[in-house]
């Protein structure tokens, strides 16, 4: 067999974002990249270059996810090397279920980064632009919740009572398509064009209040900057229409705090079904500007 041709793998894994500086790989500095990459560089230096992981959503630094997903291009060679050698009797490893444990035994048991799944790919999969929406979750801990010191790298403490009503009738007023440039980190060249799916808070287990959050992407910290918005509503700082106002300005803006990375992790990836994943991604791939806003609003 040809080792140029390769095969697409998904892999479904999960981290704690508390000791990582991001997903992307970066000179010096801790990432899940980085780390997962490493490990691959151990199961195949022999064959040369590492192969090369691509991420369904890149979180910053401090972030963490639990259904995080990506793909990586492997050689049959690559792929049969993960299969141990088999004796009589020995029964047959699939290699690609055998990615995850492989990976998992150089992270250690201990590690932070776990790979929960490793299988062959549909058609015309790709983890990043087969996507058809990101979930996310934020837990915040307001005065009237009780402190856990074990959840202190995963909840953010806020001192004060925060009004849970009215921030969830901020999020449902701030979702839909729209310029998100008021919620996001600007990217050179990247598009703040997105579509809030859904958003809404509630009171968890010993009130420990939870944003759920669903979009087909988000741009640069706009989840953290949502957060924050409506928060400040929360807080009676900020109104509704107010939340509702600087969306629709498409300026960055100082009248909210973007809240921290801790209380924030990615829960789920959607992917449409087989047949039209490689349609998706192809979708995806173009570009969206400010005509779609129009037309959005002409089907409106």
Not at 51 to 72: E, F, N
Not at 153 to 169: C, E, K, Q, R, Y
Not at 238 to 262: C, H, W
Request: net charge positive.
């Amino acid at each position: 067999m040809n080792d140029s041709v390769t095969t697409r793998l998904r892999l479904d894994f999960s981290y704690d974002g508390t000791n990582f500086a991001g997903w992307s790989k970066q000179p010096r500095l801790r990432t899940v990249q980085g780390e997962l990459e490493s490990a691959m560089t151990t199961l195949f230096k022999r064959f040369g270059d590492t192969p090369q992981i691509t991420v369904a959503g890149r979180t910053d630094a401090g972030v963490h996810a639990l259904g995080q997903v990506a793909h990586v291009d492997l050689t049959h060679e690559q792929i049969s090397s993960l299969e141990p050698r088999r004796g009589k009797g020995t029964p047959k490893r699939d290699g690609p279920a055998a990615l995850a444990r492989r990976l998992n035994g150089i992270a250690g048991l201990s590690s932070d980064v776990w790979v929960t799944k490793s299988s062959i790919a549909p058609p015309g999969f790709d983890a990043r632009f087969s996507a058809t929406w990101r979930r996310y979750e934020y837990r915040i801990a307001d005065s009237s919740a009780p402190r856990n010191p074990l959840l202190r790298n995963h909840t953010v403490w806020f001192p004060a009572i925060l009004d849970d009503v009215a921030m969830n009738g901020a999020a449902y007023a701030l979702t839909g398509l729209h310029d998100w440039a008021a919620y996001c980190r600007p990217r050179e060249g990247a598009t703040t064009i997105r579509t809030l799916q859904s958003f809404e808070w509630r009171r968890g287990e010993g009130g420990i209040l939870i944003a759920d959050v669903k979009a087909d992407a988000f741009c640069h910290s706009m989840v953290r900057a949502l957060v924050g918005a409506t928060v400040a509503v929360g807080q009676g700082k900020l109104s509704i229409s107010d939340v509702v106002r600087l969306r629709e300005a498409a300026v960055r803006t100082s009248a909210f705090k973007v809240m921290p990375a801790k209380g924030l992790a990615l829960i789920e990836v959607g992917y449409p079904d087989d047949a039209e994943l490689g349609a998706r991604a192809e979708l995806t791939r173009q570009r969206r500007d400010a005509s779609h806003l129009t037309t959005a609003q002409q089907i409106d």
